[in-house]
């Protein structure tokens, strides 16, 4: 499954009528460890259905309560397009994610296809740089039948290794992401895995939803720590993944009941004290309404 279509599996959000908040929605927590947290939303471009002009759009989604927005990269829009559109609406673009290292996974057995996205995530890191971001999502390698774990992680490494240069010329950092690739699905391999590059530009885009299928969100906050860049959000079910199929888990409401406990991700995020601030939604798209809702679900949790 690619991951247009993992995107398209994920559910909708709370219902109601509430009216959205006019302004970017910012919650401070004071807590022991820290004088003070801060998270900030982000959606994704592509969650934006209404049939706008791309400076529309980021007007709309920064009105309903979300200060930054996150594209896929190497993008077709016009870079100026986008500079421009962003620097008028007064909205961040703090990352963006590769949008070849799945169909073409830096584990790949064939070099050119590795050197190939290797070169994508270069320009990535290029594009992230001048649209004024810091971090470029990169998922490091897929495990099938075709490809065995022990290459995989022999190939994905070195591939990575390979971009460090790329990382260091721009200072833009490459976060990499937990997804269901059979590869890296603990948060102590996480962790070993970062480790083992042992750079200061690698670090993990933590994904809180393609966790709750084999684990704890708090588990994997509470071992990757520093190393976490950024965040995305999604909600998932494990009943309604056995009652109706694996990617059914997906389709169910931020606020619904599910398997993740947003209170104890909030307390986790807040142990390790967090300074990314960031937190990405990434869910199925819609109007307008639909984005509001999802602000106001993002507001309950970060709230808790």
């Known amino acids: 499954m690619n991951r247009k279509d993992f995107l398209k599996s994920s559910g909708l959000l709370i219902g109601g009528t509430m009216l959205p908040s006019k302004k970017p929605m910012v919650r401070f927590h004071k807590t022991e460890e820290n004088e003070s947290f801060e998270l900030k939303k982000c959606v994704g471009l592509e969650m934006i259905k209404d049939d706008l002009p791309l400076i529309d759009k ?15 990269s190497p993008t077709d829009i016009d870079l100026k397009e986008i500079l421009n559109a962003k620097d008028s609406v ?16 830096l584990s790949d057995p064939d070099p050119k296809v590795r050197e190939s996205t290797i070169r994508s995530v270069a320009q990535s890191l290029e594009e ?4 004024g971001g810091d971090t470029v999502l990169v998922v490091p390698g897929v495990v099938n039948n075709e490809v065995s774990y022990a290459e995989a992680y022999d190939n994905s490494l070195d591939s990575i290794r390979k971009l460090i240069p790329y990382a260091e010329k721009t200072r833009v950092k490459i976060g990499i992401e937990n997804v269901w690739n059979n590869f890296l699905i603990s948060p102590l391999e996480a962790k070993e895995f970062v480790d083992k590059i042992n750079h200061p530009l690698i670090g993990w885009y933590f994904d809180i939803g393609n966790v709750p299928r084999y684990g704890w ?23 309604k993944m056995n009652d109706e199929g694996l ?28 300074k990314e601030k960031w937190f990405r939604v990434e869910m199925s798209g819609g109007d307008r309404s639909h984005l509001e809702k999802i602000s106001l679900a993002m507001d309950e949790i970060i709230k808790m």
């Not at 703090?94 to 073409?104: C, E, G, L, Q, R």
């Not at 992230?128 to 649209?131: A, D, E, M, P, Q």
């Open 247 to 274: 990617w059914k888990g997906f389709d169910i409401n931020l606020l619904d009941e599910g398997d993740i406990d947003w209170k104890e991700v909030i307390v986790s995020l807040r142990r390790i004290n967090y």
């Open 217 to 239: 969100p708090s588990h994997w906050i509470e071992v990757l720590q520093h190393r976490i860049l950024k965040l995305h959000m999604k909600a998932f079910s494990t009943k």
């Open 128 to 131: 992230t740089k001048i649209l």
């Open 58 to 72: 980021l007007r709309m989604v920064k009105d309903i309560g979300f200060e930054g927005i996150e594209l896929n």
């Open 90 to 105: 007064g909205i961040a673009i703090p990352s963006t994610i590769n949008k070849d290292h799945w169909k073409s996974p």
